[in-house]
């Protein structure tokens, strides 16, 4: 059963181990790619746009404001297909380790673009915040804060900040991990998480977080 207990020793190992660090990565190469593309895979911004904003309706994630290895470890995944996408995997397939880096330096330095929210009723925002900053432990339910931090502003690349992301995405990975179409963070747990929620609830935990400011990890909206 994922208890208390387990999911805080669980969290307090990925918090003590958080991920290797990255260098630094040549940025502007990383912004040839991601303008440009590799000359195999389309450029990054086909789908992102040119500020790396994403596109809500379409499930295309904002980048800036994510960690450099986070984004990193998704491409990886992306293109060994621990993360399954057909069309992110083709695009990927071809860049090399220092690639990999480089584009992930050049979104993680981006500014944050305006992220305009959308409306949601009252209830369902305010049942997406109790999920987001309680949750619901007679469920053995974690709040998104639990591991994601103070006002979901991400911790490191194990938890990366989800408040300002689109919420058409939130809701496509909470299903992808409830189905068990998405397994690819640390000891699957968001996976435990999201098997625990209902539809309306992964409705509104979404409209919620995406509705929130991007948040520095130091505090702040950016």
Known sequence: MFGIRMFAALTAGLALSGGAALAAGDVANGEKIALQGDGVGAPCIAC???????????????????????????????KSGARNNPVMQANLSSLSEAQIVDVAAYYAGLPVPAMPGKPAPAEAMALGEKLATQGDWSRHLPACESCHGPGSAGVDANFPGIAGQHATYIRQQLEAWRQGARANDPLDVMSAVAERLTEAEIDAVAAYLAAQPVQSAQGGAK
Not at 49 to 78: M, N, S, T
């Open 48 to 78: 992102h746009g040119p500020d790396g904003a994403g596109v809500d309706e379409a499930g295309f994630p904002r980048l800036p404001g994510l960690p450099a290895d986070y984004i990193a470890k998704q491409i990886r995944d992306y």
